[in-house]
């Protein structure tokens, strides 16, 4: 194509054929300015080619103009140049007059004619980065600078003005809006339908500068009350203002229940964590599929670079063991060890590459998903061969940032619990009763605090050499929690892999050479004695400590805080077991 002025003054002005149809609006104006020039030259070449007057700001301008083809610029039009430092661009009635227009009114399409303004009939536009700027750690002003103004309200305008003016926000249906141009004009579903997508991201973004700035706000007045808190720490308070907004992935089939309708959403912009996973195999991901792989990807997560397998179940830890060596296979094996019962029908996440090993250890056993950030190309093959078995690429979820849980009438909303500083840090903790831990059982008691956090409340945890062995969660009081975790130690762990995945592995055999009974061997019993354990809140009083006392475990790490710890700090030492105390708690209910 040859190459064409980067400017032209318009020509093109209000229609003479009087009103439109509200069924299919011909585009004849298109306002292109957008920040993320994906696909832009591609769509302005559409445009061109249908005979569309294309009308640009700024860098949006000069790349379509870089590529051969004719642009008019907006100050071309307003008479009025962009100024302070490209605030003020399409601010201007000329231009927002033609968005705006009601097709539908005489007196408004004579009024246009009477101010020399031609329609308008689509708007493409992308915004500012401004959450990207924001997670990227800039100053306060810069990112004060990302705040679109001009964008938002050629959007908001557009949509509002649907019934005669399509609107783009996103690169990802450029084709399906070139294809319309092409057709004759968007119909008015398609508006509609744009419309509503446009609002949705103006909101979004609305929500990420006002729960940014409610930040900003909420940090000035604590550091005025606190100059020595730091962000996050108790007792300084969420912002006044929380906003988030999701757009929906998919429907699902339905929620908890079959009687519940449900959906899956991610926040804009976002593309991590299980709601932007990539799934290669398997049968659609359901609600509570979801769910439980979210906390399985958590606890996989929890333990820094060591690799970690961890098998959940109703949102439960059923197992998660570490491995020393790296193997993967290692760790889902002594994973899967903890409660190979319950890990029938459960989910499987990883912070590693599934192996082929590993595979052909998941495959006798029922599970719903496996999660990892990458499977080797054997594994996969070995893996795929389960029909629904859903397999899902995901990138590590995110700690920082809010969680919101809705209770009647709103919500209640806290940072996400992490480690605070030196919390996962034995050589932080205190010693209150005992012998000082050897290096062999200080790691498990790391391990077990590290892993207890993914444990529904009240949470005990039992572990041994990296792995979990008894998982006490869910209970209303603690000693019951107590008597749980010892009494799945050393019952399930003696148990089969599960009849019915020993009975599949029996009769089809383990792809690669063996079966369930070889790969996946049951554990011995009794396997709270010379265990540790870890409570995720302090015993209130001694009767757990003394549950787990007398089923043989030797270490405990706990956060201390109970008026009763003297009672519970004596019985231990009574029993001469070792006893550390954290400081902190992690409940999770």
């Known amino acids: 194509m040859a190459k064409q002025p980067e400017s032209a003054v318009p020509t093109q002005h209000v229609p003479t054929e009087g009103l439109i149809s509200p069924e299919r609006v011909p585009v004849r104006r298109a306002l292109i300015s957008v920040y993320d020039k994906t696909g832009l030259t591609d769509l302005a070449a559409a445009l061109v080619e249908a005979g569309v007057e294309i ?7 000069a790349t379509i103009a870089g590529a051969g083809l004719p642009v008019a610029r907006v100050e071309d039009v307003t008479g009025f140049p962009e100024c302070l430092e490209g605030r003020v661009k399409s601010l201007h009635p000329a231009i927002h007059a033609g968005i705006l227009a009601d097709r539908r009114k005489t007196a ?75 057709s004759g004009g968007f119909t008015l579903a398609q508006r509609r339908a744009l419309a509503a997508r446009a609002f949705a991201h103006t909101a979004a973004y609305d929500a990420a500068v006002a729960t940014w700035l409610a930040e900003q706000v909420e940090q000035v007045e604590n550091d005025a009350a606190d100059p020595a808190a730091e962000a996050g720490s108790p007792g300084s308070a969420p912002p006044a203002y929380v906003g988030v907004g999701y757009e929906r992935l998919a429907s699902l089939r339905y929620g908890e229940n079959p009687h519940q309708a449900a959906a899956v959403y991610r926040i804009p912009g976002e593309s991590g964590g299980v709601a932007g996973a ?198 209303v009081n603690r000693v019951d929690s107590c008597r749980l975790a010892v009494e799945r130690a050393n019952t399930l762990g003696a148990r089969s892999t599960g009849d019915a995945a020993a009975s599949d592995a029996t009769a089809k055999g383990a792809v ?31 009767d757990g400590l003394q549950v787990l006392i007398d089923a043989g475990v030797t270490a405990v790490v706990q956060p201390g805080g109970s008026i009763r710890d003297d009672e519970v700090i004596a019985a231990a030492q009574a029993a001469g077991v070792t006893m550390y105390l954290t400081g902190a708690r992690h409940f999770a209910h």
């Open 55 to 61: 009308l640009s700001t700024g860098s949006t301008a």
């Open 512 to 542: 690669g050479g063996g079966d369930a009974a070889d790969i996946l061997q049951a554990a011995p019993p009794e396997r709270a004695r010379g265990a540790v354990a870890a409570s995720d809140a302090f015993f209130p009083f001694a």
């Open 278 to 475: 990539r799934q290669l195999h398997g049968k659609a991901m359901s609600y509570n599929n979801y769910t439980d792989t979210d906390a399985a990807l958590r606890a996989a997560y929890d333990h820094g670079d060591a690799v970690t397998v961890a098998v959940v179940k109703h949102a439960n830890p059923c197992g998660i063991a570490v491995s020393a060596v790296g193997d993967a296979a290692e760790a889902h094996r002594r994973a899967h060890a903890c409660d190979p019962v319950s890990a029938y029908g459960g989910v499987i996440a990883t912070n590693t590459t599934v192996t082929a090993a590993m595979a052909r250890q998941i495959k006798p056993i029922f599970t719903e998903v496996v999660a990892a950030p990458a499977f080797a190309e054997e594994a996969l093959e070995i893996l795929s061969a389960k029909k629904n078995l859903r397999l899902l690429v995901v990138s590590p979820p995110r700690r920082e940032g809010y969680e919101i849980k809705q209770v009647s009438g709103g919500a209640v909303i806290q940072q996400r619990d992490s480690y605070q500083v030196g919390d996962a840090d034995p050589s932080t903790w205190r010693l209150v009763a005992g012998r000082a831990a050897d290096e062999t059982t200080l790691a498990d008691l790391r391990f077990a605090w590290e892993a207890v956090r993914s444990v529904r409340s009240n949470a005990i945890l039992l572990a041994k050499d990296g792995a979990t062995v008894g998982v006490g969660m869910g209970q």
């Open 108 to 182: 408004h399409m004579s009024r246009l004619a009477e101010l020399d303004i031609a329609p308008i009939d689509l708007v493409v536009v992308n915004l500012y980065p401004f959450s990207d700027t924001v997670a990227s750690g800039a100053p306060f002003d810069a990112c004060i600078e990302q705040i679109d103004i001009g964008g938002p309200a050629m959007v908001r305008a557009a949509a509002k003005n649907h019934p005669g003016v399509a609107v783009v926000t996103d690169p990802a249906v450029y084709d399906e809006a070139a294809a319309a141009v092409r």
